[in-house]
């Protein structure tokens, strides 16, 4: 039998503070450091670390709020330059109609090779759309959105440094899409919770009392008669119902009595020819 594998001494630093701060679970970050995530968990248990993990997480937080303020003042600028970019397309894609459909009203068959050069020449250019503009930033960042990333995994994806460098590099239109991306990596509030209906006040019957003196069990009761079990069970303790149910109890005894007693009684006699004859 082979002698089990070692497992390799915990090394920490800052990384791996900060990953836990972000958290990340202890087994992924003993699988990623070669130790077993209990070596992980006590030193995460120290006074000095816990203090450290602490503040790191303060850090985070703090870095998180920053980077939310900073979009929240730019997020409006970048907006309003997409949809000032989407209106000025459909403008010029709204002249380029209008230059080719006046030059179908006055198009004639060219009458040589110099001519249909000429025609060619002056017809009406497509103007080129934001997908024709786009650079080496803009595909890379059309990637990572397409894959639900938003405008932090665009900025490490594209290795910038600045929240302003990278709104003057990348298509606004697409950082409106990482926009929407962050919004559904937000923690959604909890959903209001419904209320629960509220149970019907116990209206009980003669019906009630012989069910349960029968033996029913009071859950099976409650749910007939929509009431709590406690409900049911505070009913049957008070004096006056018990001593009627004590006497209903009784009287099923007694009917069960009489209907034993009536079964042996209609019985027939046995038989005098199936009696048992002496041997000879």
């Known amino acids: 039998m082979s002698a089990r594998r070692r497992l390799r001494r915990l090394v920490p630093d800052a990384e791996l503070i900060r990953r836990r701060a972000a958290g990340e679970p202890l087994r992924q970050l003993a699988g990623d450091y070669g130790v077993a995530h209990t070596t992980v968990g006590r030193y995460f248990a120290r006074p000095q670390v816990k203090t450290e993990l602490a503040q790191a ?129 937000l923690p959604q509030p909890p959903l209001a919770l419904k209320p629960r209906p509220r149970p019907r006040r116990l209206v009980p019957d003669a019906a009630l009392i012989r069910r349960r003196a029968a033996g029913e069990p009071l859950r099976q009761l409650a749910h007939d008669y929509q009431v709590n079990h406690t409900t049911l069970s505070r009913y049957f303790a008070r004096t006056e119902i018990d001593r009627q149910l004590q006497h209903t109890r009784r009287q099923l005894r007694a009917q069960r009595r009489a209907r034993t007693a009536g079964r042996r009684s209609a019985q027939p006699p046995p038989d005098s020819n199936h009696a048992a004859q002496p041997h000879n």
Not at 155 to 164: R, V
């Open 57 to 185: 997480r303060r850090q985070l937080r703090a870095e998180q709020a920053a980077r939310t303020s900073a979009w929240r003042r730019l997020e409006p600028a970048v907006r309003r330059r997409a949809n000032e970019q989407a209106a000025r397309e459909r403008e010029e894609h709204k002249r380029f109609q209008l230059a080719w459909a006046e030059r179908g009203s006055r198009w004639r068959p060219p009458r040589d090779q110099y001519e249909t050069l000429l025609n060619e020449h002056e017809a009406p250019r497509r103007p080129p759309t934001r997908a024709d503009r786009h650079n080496s930033f803009d595909e890379i960042a059309k990637r990572v959105v397409a894959a639900g990333g938003g405008t932090q995994a665009v900025i490490d994806a594209n290795e910038l440094s600045t929240l302003k460098q990278l709104a003057d590099t990348i298509d606004p239109a697409i950082l409106t899409q990482a926009f929407a991306n962050d919004a559904l990596q």
